[in-house]
């Protein structure tokens, strides 16, 4: 079982940066992928990036990619999303996400999700 609590969202303008931290209970943390989603209003949950057990392999959503930059500490089991350049568009409720990722399999293949933190983008 692993509980997952998201921090870090609020509101910014367009062009600034927020880090967004994850952190995890449960004793697996260190041997499962984790991952980050969002949901802007009135539409549906899309991925945007996912980390390795090890930390070593990471992937990104194009939307994001060259803005955002996925990162975990095992130690503190704590996933962080670093979001930089940061768009309207990027305004929607962020969510952590622990699992075996597939992106064709239904909820990601994700197992555990956080409640989500809020990201406001301004123009």
């Known amino acids: 079982q692993v509980q997952l609590v998201e921090s870090g969202g609020g509101l910014v303008q367009a062009g600034g940066s927020l880090r967004l931290s994850c952190a995890a209970s449960?004793?697996?943390?260190?041997?499962?992928?984790m991952g980050w989603f969002r949901q802007a209003p009135g539409k549906e949950r899309e991925f945007v990036a996912v980390?390795?057990?090890?930390?070593?392999?990471?992937n990104y959503a194009d939307s994001v990619k060259g803005r955002f930059t996925v990162s975990r500490d095992n130690a503190k089991n704590t996933v962080y999303l670093q979001m930089n350049s940061l768009k309207p568009e990027d305004t929607a409720v962020y969510y952590c996400?622990?699992?075996?990722?597939?992106?064709?399999?239904?909820?990601?293949?994700?197992?555990?999700w956080g409640k989500g933190t809020l990201v406001i983008v301004s123009s």
């Open positions: 996400a622990a699992g075996n990722f597939h992106p064709g399999a239904p909820g990601y293949g994700m197992a555990y």
């Open positions: 449960g004793r697996t943390f260190g041997s499962i992928a």
């Open positions: 980390i390795s057990s090890g930390g070593g392999s990471t």
